[in-house]
């Protein structure tokens, strides 16, 4: 038979079993919530994430629906094919050092000027056609072709004329 020091030995070591025990609930109880904060957190961003990947697609499917019109309209006046393939030409013409490629930049730039004065003629002014114009062969440093898109080349401004004032 135990004794009564035994015994009291016994519970107050169960004593600290227990309130071991009970500090290791509270701190998984601490971190349940803790994580339980992150997840509803994660969750909640991850719901913005899918209502702007939705967003996102809506959008980019419009502006690509507006820049084909865009484009079906442009060529009523201009051959947008024929003016991207003359950058194309003048982009690789003024990384060649060889007496064609002048005469290549050359007439691919010819097209483009031409574009430039079919779009006066209907008022407009492309922001991107008016670069690639102005480009120099002689100047591969500053002017490179290919970084005018068809983005700023649809950058259309509307141009008045004396009599339309």
Not at 62 to 88: F, G, P
Not at 116 to 134: E, T, Y
């Amino acid at each position: 038979m135990a004794t009564f020091k035994q015994l009291a030995s016994s519970i107050d070591h169960l004593d600290s079993l227990i309130k071991s025990a009970q500090h290791e609930i509270e701190l998984h109880q601490r971190r349940i919530k803790k994580y339980q904060k992150a997840l509803d957190l994660i969750n909640n961003k991850q719901g913005e994430l899918l209502i702007l990947e939705s967003q996102y697609k809506s959008v980019k499917s419009e502006a690509e629906e507006k820049k084909e019109i865009l484009k079906e309209k442009l060529n009523r006046v201009v051959d947008v094919e024929l003016i991207l393939k003359s950058i194309s030409i003048m982009s690789r013409a003024i990384r060649t050092r060889r007496a064609p490629a002048k005469s290549d930049f050359w007439e691919a730039q010819k097209v483009i000027e031409d574009a430039v004065l079919q779009l006066r003629k209907v008022n407009l002014v492309s922001k991107g056609l008016d670069k690639l114009a102005l480009m120099n062969y002689n100047r591969p440093d500053r002017d490179f072709p290919s970084s005018v898109g068809l983005d700023e080349i649809f950058n259309l401004i509307e141009v008045k004329t004396e009599g339309d004032e």
